[in-house]
């Protein structure tokens, strides 16, 4: 299983950005996947989930400004961040779960860096 996340960048405060991650090995159809970030000297964090059915949840933190999707035919799942801001800069995880797994899978993780 390979999760293959892409997208980061420098942004300016207020700017935009589109996280990619595409999997192999797993159908992100039937996963639990997530999107969760690591900013320096930090605990990672939850960021946005898509489940199975296609149930939507995101942090509070970051309500009403990113969008999580999800595209079966490209088996990959997207952050769509708007509104960014210097909190937000961090190392972002694409993870994917579903009950049978004792652990999940974790992607390599993008830089997402907003400069103010």
């Known amino acids: 299983v390979q999760l293959q996340a892409s997208g980061g960048g420098l942004v300016q405060d207020g700017g935009s950005l589109t996280l990619s991650c595409t999997a192999s090995g797993i159908m992100v159809s039937n996963e639990y996947m997530s999107w969760n970030r690591q900013a320096p000297g930090k605990q990672r964090e939850f960021v946005a989930r898509i489940v199975p059915g296609g149930h939507i949840d995101y942090a509070d933190s970051v309500k009403g400004r990113f969008t999580i999707s999800r595209d079966n035919t490209k088996n990959s799942v997207y952050l769509q961040m708007n509104g960014l801001k210097s909190e937000d800069t961090a190392v972002y995880y694409c993870?994917?779960?579903?009950?049978?797994?004792?652990?999940?899978?974790w992607g390599q993780g993008t830089q997402v860096t907003v400069s103010s």
């Open positions: 993870r994917a779960w579903n009950p049978t797994y004792s652990v999940p899978y």
